[in-house]
Each structure stands twice: as structure tokens, then as C-alpha cells.
């Protein structure tokens, strides 16, 4: 990690800059995958799933033997960890259920706001350097709750045809019953067009990598929504001299092994905890099994010495990062003055790995500076926010009038009829 200390606010852009992601050249070599499968659908699927994953398959749909035989492979204590996990996901995310309050803004008119589930959602599991079955928990946990009707779940099989089992556990106790062995763009063209055995969604959620991203964003402009825009993986950790060296450490290369382009950001204004911090991690990323990953992550990183805590709050929010860890004194007092981030990790034992696996909170977070104006995955996700109103035939007489003169003023004689046509039957 580079060290830069007491930048004046004229670099701070250069410095929290990203690993660039430039999708024209990844576009250009996605839309004709996506174009393949939307014309040939299956027969597209197997030619992309033999030339990418090195596999052929005759069927996509993972059977009930599959998911049995992946049970029995899944160890006791790793179920035991994932039942926790996804019953800690089910009650936070059930807290944000909303209720129909209705409103009568004057007498006669009264209007509401109703929640209804997005009828047909596709979660994209990756599979390839991680098997990710933590996201499996954190998608279709709300999106079961939200009450979605049909529910699909892509993801690559591995060389052998197979889905990893603790996939496939968390997708049957979560709810998910169709699951694909398609992964890459092949899987979101999939799910963004339907073929014979993949049916296609109205939004598809989940994390991938470039190629998956770029997919997603010819998805939305084929009218599939899609969660949220996507990059690397990155958290930023704001430490002072009550921080735990190893601590922080830790913290950073628990990102830094997402991938290669992942980034890290160390915010403090002590030079010594700093130096502690780079040291522990030359230490730690010594061990590491996917310490390579984790050293290339390291290159696109940073450690910022900063003059005083106005300052770093300053730099923090400026960043916007996905993940934030504040290992400070008071950091539940500082928590309350940050306005950009994806997800806040208060205090020193509070490691953004619980986040990401069992705490509760949703993994699935706006990257790349996308937390200044996008949330994470929420219940809210899942939904649609439909409006209602009932107005009375005095509630009109009331309003009418009004509208009327509005209508009149804006030019529009249709608008202002249809008013004025109730308005004399109710004189009648």
C-alpha cells in the first residue's frame, strides 16, 4: 500500500481514484454473447457454458437429486453457521416490512402507498475464484419475504458439471427452488431474455465480475432492472491510536483477496498506527492462501495521513465507500456524521467480514463511489411502491375546482373536462 502523507484537498480526487473500468471493450465482446442467447437460447447457453467453463452439459437445471447429493456434502457445523446466518438476515430484513397507512389529505381524498413484490426476480451467484453462497443468503432471504412469485437462481457449474453444495443448501433452506448452471453473460442474457429452460425476470440482482457487470447494464437497457451499478469490492478503515494494528490488517486484506482490481483505503491522522498497520499486513498476507490476489488488490491501495479528524471525516465521506470501518475511540459518535457509505462498521470489534457473512445487514452494496446516491440491497429492493386514491363525490367537489383552474392554466381542456363532466353530474 502507497502512504501519502498530509495530501493538500487538490489530490484528493487522483488519490481515491479507483482501478479504472472502462466497459466499451468488455461491452463489445458481451453483446454478442447476450444477442447469441437471446436468438438460440439453450443452444447459445451450451456453446458459451462449454467455451467458458469447459464443460458440456445436457441439462441446465440442477435436479433434486443434485441438491440431496449436496446436502449430504455440506459439513454439520458449516450448516449450523449458515442457519444462523440466514435466521440473523430473515429478522433484520423482516424489521423493514411496512404497513399500508392511509392518508386523508382533505376531506373527501385520501391516498396510500402500497408495497408489491417484483413479481419474477434472477439472483446471479458467481462460482468461479469463490464460491459465494453468503450472496445466496443475502438475496433471496428478502426477496422471499418480500413474497416474489417466481424466484431463479443462476450460477456456473464447476468442471465437472456440478454446483458447489453450499450453494445449493443455501438456495433449498432459503426458499430458492430453480437453480441454472449458467454463470457469466450468458446467465444475466438468460435471465434478461428467457430461453427454453431459463425463464426470464423483470429485475436480476447479484455481483459478478466484468463481464457479469457489463451484462447487467445491457440488461437495463433492455428494460431489465437490474439492483444497482457495480465495481471491485473495496472498504475504507478510518483508525486511530486505540486501533488494533493486526486488527485493521485484517480488515484490509479481507477485501484486498476479493480480486485484483479490489481496492483499499487506511484513513488516520497517527503516522504510527499507519506504520504498525502496513507492517501487520506484510505480516498477515505472508499466510495468505489467495495472497497473490491480495497483493495486486494492494497496488491499487492507499494509506492517507491526514491532519485531524475534521479532515478524514472530510475524506471518508468523500469516498463513499462500500464498506466503511471506523476502529476509533468514540466511533458511534462519529458514525452519526457520516453521509456517504454503503455499510458502517462501528468499533474495534465490529470486522466487516460479519457483515458480509451473518450479522444481518445485506452484503450486496453500491461500489465505486455509487454510495453517494444508491443504497444496498434492502426488502425495499424487492418491491414496487404502487400509489392509491379514492375520492368521493364531495372530496371532488372540494378539489375539482382546483384542478380545474390548474388544468386550465397548463392548456389542457382534457385534464380539466374530466373533472368538470363529474362535477356537473354531481349538480344534477
Not at 433449498?172 to 430461453?195: H, P
Not at 453521509?339 to 450479522?359: C, K, L, M, Q, R
Not at 383552474?405 to 374530466?418: F, G, I, R, S, V
Request: aromatic content about 8%; some cysteine; overall charge negative.
Amino acid at each position: 500500500m502507497q502512504v501519502f502523507k498530509y495530501p493538500e484537498k487538490s489530490e484528493w480526487a487522483s488519490l481515491l481514484q479507483r482501478p479504472a473500468m472502462s466497459f466499451e471493450d468488455i461491452e463489445a465482446r458481451v453483446k454478442p454473447v447476450m444477442e447469441a442467447v437471446k436468438a438460440e437460447g439453450d443452444k447459445a447457453l451450451s456453446r458459451f457454458t462449454s467455451q467458458f467453463d469447459g464443460v458440456e452439459l445436457s441439462a441446465f437445471e440442477v435436479t433434486e437429486e443434485e441438491f440431496e447429493e449436496a446436502s449430504s456434502l455440506v459439513s454439520d457445523e458449516l450448516k449450523e453457521s449458515i442457519n444462523i446466518a440466514k435466521e440473523n438476515i430473515l429478522v433484520f430484513h423482516m424489521a423493514q416490512k411496512e404497513g399500508v397507512e392511509k392518508i386523508e389529505t382533505m376531506p373527501g381524498v385520501t391516498c396510500w402507498r402500497k408495497s408489491v413484490a417484483v413479481q419474477k426476480v434472477g439472483l446471479y451467484i458467481p462460482g468461479g475464484t469463490a464460491p459465494l453462497f453468503s450472496t445466496v443468503l443475502m438475496l433471496a432471504v428478502p426477496a422471499v419475504i418480500a413474497g416474489c412469485e417466481e424466484l431463479v437462481l443462476c450460477t456456473p457449474p464447476n468442471k465437472e458439471g456440478k454446483v458447489h453444495p453450499a450453494i445449493l443448501f443455501a438456495a433449498r433452506i432459503s426458499g430458492i427452488q430453480k437453480v441454472f448452471k449458467v454463470g457469466g453473460a450468458q446467465a444475466v442474457a438468460a435471465m434478461t431474455y428467457g430461453t427454453e429452460t431459463v425463464p426470464s425476470v423483470y429485475k436480476i440482482f447479484g455481483p459478478g465480475n466484468q463481464y457479469v457487470t457489463a451484462a447487467k447494464q445491457l440488461a437495463a437497457k433492455s428494460g431489465v432492472a437490474i439492483d444497482m451499478p457495480a465495481g471491485p469490492s473495496e472498504v475504507a478503515v478510518w483508525a486511530d491510536d486505540t486501533a488494533n494494528p493486526a486488527f485493521v490488517a485484517a480488515d484490509l486484506l479481507s477485501q484486498a483477496e476479493h480480486g485484483v482490481d479490489s481496492q483499499v483505503l487506511l484513513v488516520s491522522t497517527s503516522e504510527t498506527l499507519i506504520e504498525r498497520v502496513q507492517e501487520a499486513v506484510a505480516e498477515q498476507l505472508s499466510v495468505l492462501p489467495r495472497k497473490e490476489i491480495a497483493e495486486k488488490a494492494l497496488e491499487n491501495s492507499r494509506s492517507i495521513l491526514v491532519q485531524n479528524e475534521a479532515e478524514a471525516l472530510e475524506l471518508i465521506n468523500e469516498y463513499a465507500a462500500e464498506h466503511l470501518i471506523l476502529a476509533l475511540k468514540y466511533a458511534a459518535d462519529v458514525a452519526e456524521q457520516i453521509i456517504n457509505a454503503g455499510s458502517v462498521f462501528i468499533g474495534h470489534y465490529t470486522p466487516e467480514a460479519a457483515g458480509d457473512y451473518a450479522s444481518g445487514t445485506n452484503h450486496t452494496l453500491p461500489t465505486y463511489g455509487y454510495a453517494r446516491n444508491h443504497s444496498g440491497v434492502s426488502l425495499d429492493s424487492f418491491y414496487r411502491k404502487i400509489t392509491f386514491q379514492h375520492i368521493t363525490k364531495e372530496g371532488l367537489q372540494e378539489l375539482g375546482p382546483h384542478v380545474e383552474n390548474m388544468a386550465e392554466a397548463e392548456e389542457l381542456a382534457a385534464h380539466k373536462n374530466a373533472v368538470t363532466v363529474r362535477l356537473n353530474a354531481i349538480k344534477q
